[in-house]
């Protein structure tokens, strides 16, 4: 809003001066004007300049932000998303706020784990990664968990000065149930083998992979095969199919359960080999796309 002020014909001498003085002189009374209200308009301009200026001032102050304050570690997922017993595992834990993380704790004390944080760095992620799906911090850290461990599903937080993680999945099992991805293993004749009763780590490892598994059964089984990735905070969305020998597509599985995650159970109609393919439902892929594949066989 402006603020004007008229001039009466012959007042043009009463501007400021070239040297910006103001001459008491130059505050006479007009014609027919006294001294006391010619010297009245002053604080008027005045207070009226102030009012009008008050809410770009205001504005100025509220544009101001707060330094923002250190967080909590926040853990999104490990890779692997399981470990052996009975031997000491390399594992990376990608989240947030992690570059000051102190201890990797396990919050069932019967899990006597020996945890030692080897490295932290900050990842820099490709364009359009959504950092609160694959983390943008992450801890190498050497785990070992002693041999009478029990299988199953155990929990972690990871503590720094600022204070400590929620509570993080990571499988346990023993070193002769776990099996390793092998690469390449992108086509049906290159299908890895994969017995049943066994759990693999893989991971689609870039865009449009696609990772595929072969086992043997017998006319009349039930297999159930499951993959585990979103329930552990892996990125990956998984999309399971299950063919034949020659590779017709018998059963598919995208979402079980509520979860991302795939599931299905299918009555097998002869004996010899299957083939499993497992890629993202989105043909994403990256370190933080992984995975846990389980075949089981049922009479």
């Given amino acids: 809003?402006?603020?004007?002020?008229?001039?009466?014909?012959?007042?043009?001498?009463?501007?400021?001066?070239?040297?910006?003085?103001?001459?008491?002189?130059?505050?006479?009374?007009?014609?027919?004007?006294?001294?006391?209200?010619?010297?009245?308009?002053?604080?008027?301009?005045?207070?009226?300049?102030?009012?009008?200026?008050?809410?770009?001032?205001?504005?100025?102050?509220?544009?101001?932000?707060?330094?923002?304050?250190?967080?909590?570690?926040?853990?999104?997922?490990?890779?692997?998303?399981?470990?052996?017993?009975?031997?000491?595992?390399?594992?990376?834990?990608?989240?947030?706020?992690?570059?000051?993380?102190?201890?990797?704790?396990?919050?069932?004390?019967?899990?006597?784990?020996?945890?030692?944080?080897?490295?932290?760095?900050?990842?820099?992620?490709?364009?359009?990664?959504?950092?609160?799906?694959?983390?943008?911090?992450?801890?190498?850290?050497?785990?070992?968990?002693?041999?009478?461990?029990?299988?199953?599903?155990?929990?972690f937080t990871v503590i720094s000065p600022i204070g400590q993680s929620a509570p993080q999945p990571l499988v346990v099992l023993s070193v002769d149930e776990l099996i390793q991805e092998l690469e390449p293993n992108g086509g049906f004749k290159q299908a890895q083998p994969l017995a049943p009763g066994k759990t693999l780590l893989g991971a689609v490892k870039e865009a449009a992979d696609v990772d595929v598994f072969r086992f043997d059964g017998r006319a009349g089984q039930q297999a159930v095969i499951e993959v585990c990735a979103a329930r552990h905070g892996a990125a990956l969305d998984p999309l399971l199919t299950l063919y034949d020998a020659v590779g017709h597509i018998l059963a598919v599985s995208d979402d079980a359960n509520g979860s991302p995650d795939s599931r299905l159970k299918f009555r097998l109609p002869a004996d010899g080999g299957y083939l499993v393919s497992v890629i993202d439902s989105f043909d994403r892929g990256g370190p933080a796309y992984v995975y846990l594949l389980r075949v089981r066989l049922e009479n």
């Fill in 1 to 155: 809003m402006a603020l004007s002020v008229n001039l009466k014909v012959g007042q043009a001498s009463r501007l400021p001066s070239a040297e910006g003085a103001f001459p008491l002189g130059r505050f006479a009374a007009g014609a027919g004007e006294t001294p006391a209200l010619r010297w009245g308009r002053v604080p008027a301009l005045a207070l009226a300049a102030a009012i009008l200026l008050q809410p770009a001032f205001a504005a100025d102050n509220s544009d101001k932000k707060e330094p923002k304050q250190p967080e909590p570690p926040r853990v999104v997922v490990t890779m692997p998303l399981a470990v052996a017993a009975g031997k000491t595992n390399s594992v990376r834990v990608r989240g947030a706020n992690l570059t000051n993380a102190t201890e990797l704790r396990f919050t069932n004390a019967a899990v006597k784990a020996v945890a030692i944080i080897r490295a932290r760095s900050t990842i820099e992620l490709p364009k359009g990664v959504e950092t609160n799906k694959v983390g943008n911090t992450q801890m190498e850290v050497e785990l070992h968990i002693p041999a009478d461990a029990a299988p199953g599903t155990n929990y």
